[in-house]
């Protein structure tokens, strides 16, 4: 079973278009994360959300924390090929004590000129 | 922000071989690091959770005595990958954590067994 649903798994759209990237859970998380990776490196942290209801936002991107804390999003607005990628979302349980981080599926995201 | 590096980036092995893989914390001190292993447009899996000084917590599935881990020092920690297969061919990633909830990850290194 998938503790942290992300969807889509794959995205494809022009440049200048809108999207969002859901995680669901039915699990209360005591903090969120979300990374960006290109191929052949690491994750990269673009935000740590903590307080239900919280919205944070980086340039285009625009990260929210649901009320319950138990499932996010990611907004692009005027997508462009540079945010091409794979999108990860993940977070820390607030029942578990080891504060490993519960990874959503991914969504690779392609971005077309 | 925290930076991690690991070493090396690639590497190619024959089978039957071992290959080690280290991850560094560079400016700061990690007591938990954790070893991901990440297939082809998947997301990463974790492997193991390492604190320094004490033995490595496995996930289920995951053969402790495949892959080895050590977490001697508070900057250091290293992957054994024990003769490996072609099947252990993969992109294995790893992330430190000094005292807080944020994991700082690697660049990943890239196994390929021939």
């Known amino acids: 079973t998938q503790l942290l649903e992300q969807s889509p798994q794959f995205l494809s759209i022009q440049e200048g278009e809108n999207l969002t990237v859901y995680c669901n859970s039915s699990?209360?998380?005591?903090?969120l994360q979300w990374y960006r990776q290109e191929p052949g490196e690491g994750p990269v942290l673009l935000v740590t959300?903590?307080?239900?209801?919280e919205v944070k936002k980086l340039k285009r991107l625009t990260f929210q924390f649901g009320d319950a804390r138990k499932d996010s999003s990611l907004h692009i607005t005027a997508a462009q090929p540079g945010d091409t990628g794979l999108y990860l979302c993940?977070?820390?349980?607030?029942?578990?004590?080891?504060?490993?981080?519960?990874f959503g599926q991914g969504t690779t995201l392609q971005v077309k000129p | 922000g925290a930076v991690v590096s690991q070493h090396p980036s690639r590497v190619i092995c024959k089978s039957g071989t071992s290959v080690k893989i280290e991850c560094r914390s560079l400016?700061?001190?990690?007591?938990?690091m954790f070893w991901y292993r990440q297939f082809p447009k998947k997301s990463l899996m974790l492997m193991a959770t390492?604190?320094?000084?004490?033995?490595?917590?496995?996930e289920q599935g995951v053969e402790k005595d495949k892959f080895l881990i050590n977490h001697a020092s508070l900057t250091l920690s290293t992957l054994t990958v024990t003769s490996a297969h072609p099947e252990d061919s993969s992109f294995y990633i790893c992330?430190?954590?000094?005292?807080?909830?944020?994991?700082?990850f690697g660049p990943g290194t890239r196994l390929l067994v021939l």
């Open positions: 993940a977070g820390v349980l607030s029942s578990g004590n080891t504060g490993k981080l519960i």
């Open positions: 699990s209360v998380f005591s903090s």
């Open positions: 400016d700061f001190q990690a007591t938990t």
């Open positions: 959300v903590v307080t239900g209801g």
């Open positions: 390492s604190n320094e000084g004490s033995k490595a917590t496995y």
């Open positions: 992330s430190a954590r000094s005292g807080g909830k944020t994991q700082y």
